[in-house]
């Protein structure tokens, strides 16, 4: 392994370094479970060199057409790109909304490239690294909730060597510039841009105050010497996706929280605390260098301090003093974003992914129905989490996780949750990203990055991930799209049938499984899909976050980009491409659907100022040049 500083990495691969998992490669069980599919798969399958191989029998029906069905995209798709540039189609038009370090308050300097910005103004400037983010309407503003996902140190922190932080100035600007950023924004002759001085505009970072509410609030693992009482916390992290209420709040979901923990003197605690750090990630050296300066983030001092973070954050972003609630009922784990949708009889329903090498997909389902106009408080503390169990019949349910079932005591059971999971023997999952609903069928899709560990390694748990179902490739490169269609057409039912929407791949250089299914051509390939969400005319926006070398299998599919896809032909189209090192996500729509938000995240190159700035990311604008909607 190279010797480069920890946060340099990618968050899955650090943990992977950190967590040396036995090899446990399989090869005859694994073959052994894909081939007792063969009945139902009709005999498609094929094996060669160690790598399951699948047909077209998990794809959708409607996928198989999509080949020969007419384009019906309201725009002329974009070729694969390489440069460090935004790409749109012809008659659309692309600008910058904001970019980290911008001022969101009254007195803040603007953005100055040799320093990062002044440590001073770090709690008032646009946050690093755009992600999930919702829009709100509030009388004639609009507001907009962003998460600002993670740092990139040697960037932020310029005068140091390498972004290792050298003073407890340096990681309180790093922990200031992440989080959530809740910002008014307002378009005018020049265009789309933050309103300085809002009354909206807040920056919840790492030291903001927040509660913690539902079954685990209070809870022994959940209590520090700071907050004895474990039901105040400072600040959210690793802010990923996110989601909307029907009741106009927005949920922040906290993913890779691991990384910001490190410990001076030993992985201390009990054996639950103890097996909770291994089964999550945390670590003796952490990613960013926090338990240097600050002794929150040392577990050796402060061992409870993970078990806080990890959740669903639920923030009104219509009231600036309005404190967040750590929603404890969604269960902790890396979570990415948080679907929301309402089952026929008005109970809530969230679904969860769990982004990680072989853990799970969820479900939260409310006791109660939302009534509009009446008190939601309550809604997300009151329910049931739910894992999933895929079966290669395309079949699958939901598992209802209780002490009951799990064994283990309501908020043990939520702060580990993916111990809890395990019991049940949830399918472990391709690392699920981004879940959408459909707003025009009962159906919902998720995401499945990529999972380099498929068939070949076990989850942190010790859980087997083998080749079947909705994860049919071993050592999967390129990731796929999973959808389900639930019970009687009810998100609350616990039964669903299940098939792939696509499956990443490359038609040119691979064969078999790993050209991709039949709706993946030469000139829409893709990989990693991860964001995701449809928009109000009911086309599915795929945004990805993978490998951009544009050589060997990955050669042709060019930058990370933004496809749009068709639920019912299965057609997909490239709609946008990012600069070469960046990755898509976020996205949401301006009040009038005439504007699109992108999020740019990581973007390489100097991007998007010129020539020795510091690459700086960004959220964009895209608009139809003659004004029509946009989605
Ligand atoms: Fe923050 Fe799994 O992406
Ligand atoms: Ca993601
Ligand atoms: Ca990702």
New binding site residues.
């Given amino acids: 392994m190279r010797d480069i500083p920890a946060h340099k990495i ?1 968050a ?1 691969d650090w943990d992977e370094q950190h967590s040396p998992r036995p090899e446990t490669n399989d090869f005859d069980r694994v073959v052994e479970a894909a081939l007792s599919r063969r009945g139902f798969l009709g005999g498609v399958l094929a094996f060669g060199s160690g790598a399951a191989a699948m047909g077209g029998a998990l794809l959708s029906g409607t996928s198989a057409r999509a080949q020969e069905a007419a384009t019906r995209f309201p725009f002329t798709p974009i070729a694969a790109q390489t440069d460090f540039q935004v790409h749109v189609p012809e008659g659309y038009v692309h600008d910058i909304l904001v970019s980290w370090g911008d001022p969101l308050f009254d007195g803040v300097q603007a953005f100055d490239h040799a320093t990062g910005g002044a440590a001073a103004d770090s709690d008032r400037v646009f946050g690093e690294n755009t992600d999930g983010m919702e829009t709100f309407v509030i009388g004639a503003h609009q507001i907009m909730a962003v998460n600002n996902e993670y740092v990139n140190p040697e960037i932020n922190l310029p005068q140091t060597a390498d972004g290792t932080p050298a003073s407890a100035e340096d990681v309180r600007k790093l922990q200031n510039l992440q989080g959530v950023t809740v910002m008014e924004i307002v378009e005018g002759p020049e265009g789309w841009a933050p309103v300085k001085g809002s009354r909206f505009n807040r920056r919840l970072h790492h030291n903001a105050p927040m509660t913690i509410a539902g079954p685990a609030a209070g809870h022994a693992l959940l209590q520090t010497e700071v907050d004895p009482e474990g039901l105040n916390v400072l600040g959210t992290m690793g802010n ?1 996706g996110a989601g909307k209420t029907p009741w106009g709040t927005y949920l922040t979901c906290e993913e890779n929280f691991n990384g910001y923990f490190g410990a001076s003197d030993g992985l201390g605690g009990e054996a639950t605390v103890q097996a909770g750090y291994k089964r999550y990630g945390i670590h003796e050296q952490g990613q960013y260098g926090y338990e240097a300066f600050d002794p929150r983030f040392d577990v050796s001092k402060t061992p409870n301090e993970p078990h806080r973070f990890g959740w669903v954050v639920e923030i009104d972003p219509t009231n600036p003093d309005s404190t967040p609630v750590k929603r404890t009922a969604l269960g902790r784990f890396k979570h ?1 974003n948080a679907e929301v949708t309402l089952a026929p009889d008005g109970r809530v329903v969230v679904y969860l992914g769990d ?1 990680e090498r072989g853990e799970f997909l969820y479900r939260f389902v409310s006791d109660a129905p939302y009534v509009p106009g009446e008190d939601t408080a309550h809604l997300l503390n009151e329910g049931t989490l739910y894992v999933a169990k895929f079966h290669d019949d395309q079949s699958g349910e939901w598992l209802a996780m209780t002490p009951e079932t799990t064994g283990m005591e309501l908020a043990e059971m939520l702060i580990f949750a993916r111990t809890a999971a395990s019991k049940l023997g949830a399918t472990t999952m391709d ?1 699920p ?1 981004w879940i959408a609903v459909n707003p025009n069928a009962v159906e919902a899709y998720c ?1 499945l ?2 999972n380099k560990n498929r068939g070949l390694k076990t989850n942190a748990g010790g859980d087997a991930t083998p080749v079947g179902g909705p994860n049919p490739r071993e050592a999967n490169k390129f990731g796929q799209i999973v959808r389900w269609y639930p019970a009687g057409d009810d998100h609350a039912a616990d039964g669903f049938q299940w098939d792939l929407y696509v499956m990443a791949g490359n038609p040119e250089t691979e064969e078999g499984a790993y050209a991709g299914s039949p709706n993946v051509t030469a000139g829409n390939m893709f990989n ?1 899909p ?2 995701m969400a449809f928009d109000s005319a009911g086309l599915l926006w795929i945004q990805t ?2 490998e951009d070398s544009n050589e060997g299998e990955f050669a042709g599919m060019g930058n990370n980009q933004q496809l749009a896809g068709n639920p019912v032909t299965g057609e997909i189209a490239r709609f946008l491409t990012a600069p070469n090192g960046a ?1 898509v ?1 976020g996205l949401c729509w301006s009040a009038d659907r005439r504007t699109m938000f992108v999020g740019i995240q990581h973007p390489g190159g100097h991007w998007p100022g010129k020539e020795g700035d510091l690459p700086r990311s960004s959220i964009i604008t895209v608009k139809r040049a003659d004004g029509a909607l946009v989605g």
């Fill in positions: 990618s899955d990923c990415e982004d690392r990203e995401c990055t990529n990693s991860d964001g976050d993978g990755e996500t």
